[in-house]
């Protein structure tokens, strides 16, 4: 009886850390097994476009060097719903941090709490809430294209573009061939 009382009194523990420490927090996600979440944001820009655009390149690069089973487990959405909180979470654990504007979220304190404690169960249903409004990163990142050919008919297929002083540009060797 002794092991589930002190597991219990250890869920509703909250560890304080002043910041995130980036090296600590990879750490416990290289080990963990089942869970992982983040949501990070960043000082205010004066183009967050931008920014959000270099992110999302950043963790498409990211998704590239993985193997095709870990891509698979990947998976990156956008929101247009401040958080309010963020949550690193790994397996049972999370660090919950309450956003201060014009800085990095890690940059603040942050409460290394239990998922199953009520702090925990909040934020872990703020972010499902966050997660279910959100889009999928290729919507920002992929177009799809119906290409039409008077002779070959219609095909449909997927590729990288970008706006540039308002105009579109597509890239994909299906268009040329």
Known sequence: MIGPLISRAQEGRVREHIRLDYEWF????????????VRELGEQSADIR????RNLCTLDRFALRLDENSRQLLEVRLCSTSP????????????????????????????????RSPLGTFV???????????KRMERFTHLPVTLVDATDGRREFSCRFVYVDDCLYVAGHDLVS
């Open 26 to 37: 990879s750490a416990q996600v290289y080990g963990s097994t089942s869970n992982v979440k």
């Open 50 to 53: 931008r920014d959000i655009m």
């Open 84 to 115: 309010g909180v963020t949550l690193y979470r790994w397996d049972e654990r999370s660090l919950v941090s309450f956003l201060t504007v014009g800085r990095f979220s890690g940059e603040g304190v942050q409460l290394e709490v239990a998922v």
């Open 124 to 134: 872990e249903q703020r972010f499902d809430e966050l997660w279910q409004q959100s």
